[in-house]
């Protein structure tokens, strides 16, 4: 597998880069799981006011393909529409908003909120 590059402002990750804090109140803002996703980007905005963003990526020589779907909800997690693998969780009670970028490992489609 190839190297993981990581790019946090105002954040930080913990457990395998699972679990994503505010670094200024440290509530938890959402988790990911790690195994499912090729790029993932996240900006948001706490209820601190502290706005901040996660960006992990996968150099790849693969083609990512920008999908038009959304992710689906399944128990508290956003899930790749096409074979409901779960990508992420936010914890929604910590933040005012927030955004994002999701690519599943699986099919390599991209999911965005932006």
Same mark, same amino acid.
């Given at each position: ?14 457990? !395998?880069?699972?679990?994503w ?7 938890? &803002?959402?988790? +990911?799981?790690? #195994? ?11 209820? =601190? ?14 083609i990512?393909?920008? #999908? ?5 909800l399944?128990? @508290?997690? +956003? *899930? *790749?529409? @096409?074979? /409901?693998?779960?990508?992420?969780? &936010?914890?929604e009670?910590?933040? %005012?908003?927030?955004?994002? #970028?999701?690519? *599943? !490992?699986? =099919?390599?489609? /991209?999911? %965005?909120? %932006?």
């Amino acid at each position: 597998m190839k190297e993981l590059q990581r790019n946090i402002k105002n954040g930080r990750i913990l457990k !395998n880069n699972g679990s994503w804090y505010c670094d200024k109140c440290n509530k938890t &803002v959402g988790y +990911l799981v790690y #195994s499912t996703y090729q790029n993932f980007k996240f900006k948001f905005e706490c209820k =601190c006011e502290n706005k901040g963003h996660f960006e992990l990526k996968y150099d790849t020589d693969k083609i990512i393909k920008k #999908s038009e779907k959304e992710l689906i909800l399944k128990k @508290n997690r +956003l *899930c *790749c529409p @096409n074979d /409901e693998a779960p990508l992420f969780t &936010v914890v929604e009670k910590n933040i %005012e908003k927030y955004s994002y #970028s999701a690519t *599943c !490992n699986k =099919c390599l489609n /991209e999911y %965005e909120n %932006e």
